[in-house]
């Protein structure tokens, strides 16, 4: 069945590090892919997508690419800051139908200065 | 544009007794999506509905949660009787509907932690 797989934290890292967010799917067709993100003490909110192959999302400084050879949607940043601190998930909705969107686990993100 | 409104934003109740979450999705939104986060867990759904119709309701646990959304507009969550494991947080998202690209993201309300004792 539909399922998303993703890093298991927590991930600690020194201010200005290079993140790695490892998230895998599987999925038939061609799902649409998100990573949403909950800062301490808010609620969930989008933080990126891609919709196709080789699409690449980003904001604030995070990037991630739809590798369809690889179902994977990794999320990078080059430079963390503090304010990066939070828990990141992964998500995925499949194409056609009501689109119900399945989400990971969940990576908590500490960053140090 | 208001965001997705929930509340009561907390609530501590003792097993077997009952609750209720109320959610009021942004306007205009066609679906509106019920999950279940534990903590240390990924947001589970519940319940999706399009408009007042349910579409997906195949992880509701339905000897005892329940939820309506009269009128295609605001939704109620009812656990009746709660267990300890029913501790979480209940989140309300909506969306509209599919977009240009074909994403369907979604915009949450803020949460209702639940505590059974």
């Known amino acids: 069945g539909n399922s998303v797989t993703q890093m298991e934290g927590p991930v600690t890292l020194s201010e200005e590090a290079f993140l790695t967010i490892n998230c895998t799917y599987t999925?038939?067709?061609?799902?649409?892919l998100f990573w949403y993100v909950q800062y301490p003490g808010e609620g969930l909110q989008l933080l990126l997508k891609?919709?196709?192959?080789?699409d690449k999302g980003s904001n604030k400084g995070f990037e991630a690419t739809y590798r369809k050879e690889t179902t994977s949607f990794h999320l990078e940043k080059g430079s963390v800051q503090v304010s990066d601190s939070a828990v990141y998930f992964c998500?995925?909705?499949?194409?056609?139908?009501?689109?119900?969107?399945?989400f990971g686990i969940g990576t908590k993100l500490q960053v140090i200065p | 544009e208001a965001g997705v409104a929930q509340s009561p934003r907390y609530k501590i109740i003792e097993k077997r007794q009952s609750v209720a979450f109320w959610c009021n999705p942004i306007?205009?939104?066609?679906?509106l999506y019920w999950y279940q986060q534990i903590l240390g867990q990924g947001p589970k759904l519940l319940i999706q509905?399009?408009?007042?119709?349910?579409?997906?309701d195949s992880q509701l646990p339905k000897d005892r949660f329940s939820a309506e959304r009269l009128k295609g507009v605001d939704s109620t969550l009812k656990i009746q009787p709660a267990k300890l494991e029913d501790s979480a947080v209940y989140l309300c998202?909506?969306?509209?509907?599919?977009?240009?690209?074909?994403?369907?993201?979604?915009?949450f309300g803020a949460g209702s932690r639940l505590t059974v004792l």
């Open positions: 509905f399009q408009n007042n119709g349910v579409v997906d």
């Open positions: 999925a038939t067709g061609y799902p649409s």
């Open positions: 998202a909506s969306s509209p509907r599919v977009q240009g690209d074909g994403a369907n993201v979604l915009t």
């Open positions: 891609a919709t196709k192959a080789d």
């Open positions: 306007s205009g939104h066609a679906t």
């Open positions: 998500a995925f909705s499949p194409s056609g139908g009501y689109q119900k969107v399945t």
